[in-house]
């Protein structure tokens, strides 16, 4: 039985060759991490319980900063979040703004954000400092053209995280398909999603406790 988790940013070319530097030692000892998730547009917050941008959201970007930090792991996670895009949700709970700190193994911090309202587009970014260097991945445009006119600077940006990642999408399902087949595992495995959801839950708890909560 091939298990692989829907962790699709390992896949993004971006990602892919920030790991990748990382894996050469390009950047050094890894220091710093950053990520972000934000959605292009909140529509109707009724039906979206609290601590879904931490359990379906953020943790994403939970288990990119594991994959960019190899070898080591979260030990401690602080989380503070709101309801700023929708206030008038806040009394039933509704958390669409969330800024998480995460500490390490190895003395790397980590912090990640997520909106639910990004009104220029989809945003997901990551970015990793070491004692070597420096690597950054993603972007929020759909291509590689930029508009320069009397308005200012231009770029035609994703509405949806599939028009922003499809290649990784592609190459993740290609990959759990060489897997079935018998092929070497490259995708997120049990464990890479267990390690992500601690972080997660823990961010949860850090929220409604207002401490830093130990993994």
């Not at 390992?10 to 050469?24: C, L, N, S, Y």
């Not at 500490?103 to 980590?110: D, E, P, V, W």
């Not at 990640?112 to 004692?131: H, I, K, L, P, T």
């Amino acid at each position: 039985m091939v298990l692989q988790i829907g962790f699709n940013r390992r896949f993004a070319p971006g990602f892919a060759a920030a790991r990748a530097a990382i894996d050469r030692g390009a950047v050094g000892s890894v220091q710093l991490l950053r990520s972000n998730t934000r959605d292009p547009r909140l529509a109707d917050p009724t039906g979206i319980p609290s601590g879904t941008i931490f359990t379906q959201t953020l943790i994403h970007d939970f288990d990119t900063l594991n994959w960019l930090n190899p070898g080591a792991a979260p030990v401690s996670v602080y989380a503070q979040a709101g309801a700023l895009v929708r206030p008038d949700f806040a009394d039933a709970g509704l958390l669409d703004t969330a800024l998480v700190t995460i500490r390490y193994s190895n003395g790397a911090m980590a912090m990640a954000d997520a909106s639910f309202q990004a009104v220029y587009g989809y945003d997901v970014r990551a970015e990793v400092f070491g004692s070597g260097g420096l690597v950054t991945a993603g972007h929020q445009s759909v291509d590689d053209s930029v508009l320069y006119g009397p308005a200012g600077i231009a770029i035609d940006t994703a509405r949806s995280d599939t028009d922003l990642l499809w290649p990784s999408y592609r190459d993740e399902l290609a990959a759990f398909a060489a897997a079935v087949r018998g092929g070497a595992r490259t995708g997120a495995t049990g464990a890479d999603a267990r390690s992500a959801l601690q972080v997660a839950l823990a961010a949860i708890e850090s929220h409604a406790t207002n401490r830093p909560v130990e993994i």
